[in-house]
């Protein structure tokens, strides 16, 4: 239908551009067609195209916000693509700087928004050698740096997927669509450009980002752009630990992290990135307890409720944690000190698979560490921890512990009560410390006499 409508009545434009098996063919599609107005993009986005534009460069929305919008969602954030280079784009503005060494481009702020611009895009050489040379990819052909400017339809084509490369001019509020990602949207098809292999090999991460986009919008990704996804997993060993560390975060907060982990794990793309997973999935508790921490997520972000990064970290490398700390005890330590080492050891592996952020490995460890507390009952000890400023967050991860099956539901109905109760029903609901001392000195003193028995006997067997 939306074919049929665009090749009667748009103007149809063979471009010369012709790479990697991908025809462009720009199709413009007008806004009684699309349905998107200038209103709906952002008065800053929408401040700059005008400002580019009235200094004779073209300018765009590009990306996400016009994929969004299409889809009826509202975009996250709005980036504009131009045919001005960064410099010439940071001089039109009084708040804008260049950022990026990888892939330069201009951030322009206004007010508490931040819109990106970036320059076209262009080929990068196709010959090894030139790009040896200019360190423009690693050896598994993993692009360094991106910073070869190019025309609006060679930019197109360095987009990831169709559905990302459609162009918004706000002035004329036409879509430029050079891949199909107009009809692609519309079939929710998600579609690589160009050849897979070659374009994961570029970028390995378009494979998470492939997985993310696919579960966030309910799309069905293309079979030859999901089947390339298995062989080359192994290639995020290769993405620097931050950037995987953001694209992760992006995929757990998307607001649809389960489907996003089980994708992951049906195609053999979380071995770098949570290696544990498998085997945490396949124990029934460990499958329940990530099951439910990533659907109370998800139900969180539904209702736009606040979602901590750290508490989802937690959540998820907490088998790991039981296990070291059972291994520990098993060998001899306190348990306390079992629990710290098995600690120290996920936080470790975690830190060179995926450079967790100090600010978020600090909660993570204070969320950990509260959990046995939530065990000892007596005397002034739930006071104490519930005036701990990282209480709700251990509370809440205790909660997940027992829905799991992991502790008993009567810690959870006990702490809910407390949290609920005054001052006075807290203090009846605390095992009288006076009673346990009791009980403890009556043991101390059993211990004491069955110790001296013992050594008396010792003595008279000497
Ligand atoms: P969202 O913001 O919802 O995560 P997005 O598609 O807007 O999705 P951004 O990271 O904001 O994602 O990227 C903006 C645009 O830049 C994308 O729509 C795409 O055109 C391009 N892009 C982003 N990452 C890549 C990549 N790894 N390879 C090629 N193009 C990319
Ligand atoms: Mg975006």
Redesign the pocket.
Known sequence: MIRKFIQKVFKRKKTAVDSDNSNTLLHIIPVKQHGIHRKQISSCALKITQELQKSGFSAYI????V??LLLGRE???F?VATNATPEQARSKFRRARIIGKRFRLVHVMCGPETV?V?TFRGPFPTNEKEQNSKNITDQHGRLLQDNIFGSQEEDAL????TM??LFYDPSSEEIHDYLNGYEDIDSKTLRIIGDPVK?YR??P??ML?AV??AA?LGMQIDPPTANAIGDLAPLLKNVPTARLFDEML?LLL?GHSLACVVDLRARGLHHGLLPMLDVILEQPLGERFITLALKNTDDRLQQEKHVSPAFLFASLLWHEVLAGWKNYKINGDKPAIALFKAIDDVLATQQKNLAIPRRFSATIQEIWILQPRFESLVGRKPFRLLNHPRFRAAFDFMLLRSESGEISEDIALWWKNFIAANPDQREKMINKPSNHKKRRNRNRNRNKSVKRKSDSLEKSAT
């Open positions: 590009v990306g996400g916000a994929r969004d975009p996250k954030d980036d990106e970036s360095r987009r990831d997927f990302n490369a374009r570029e970028d991460v378009r980002r993310r986009l966030k992006k998307s």
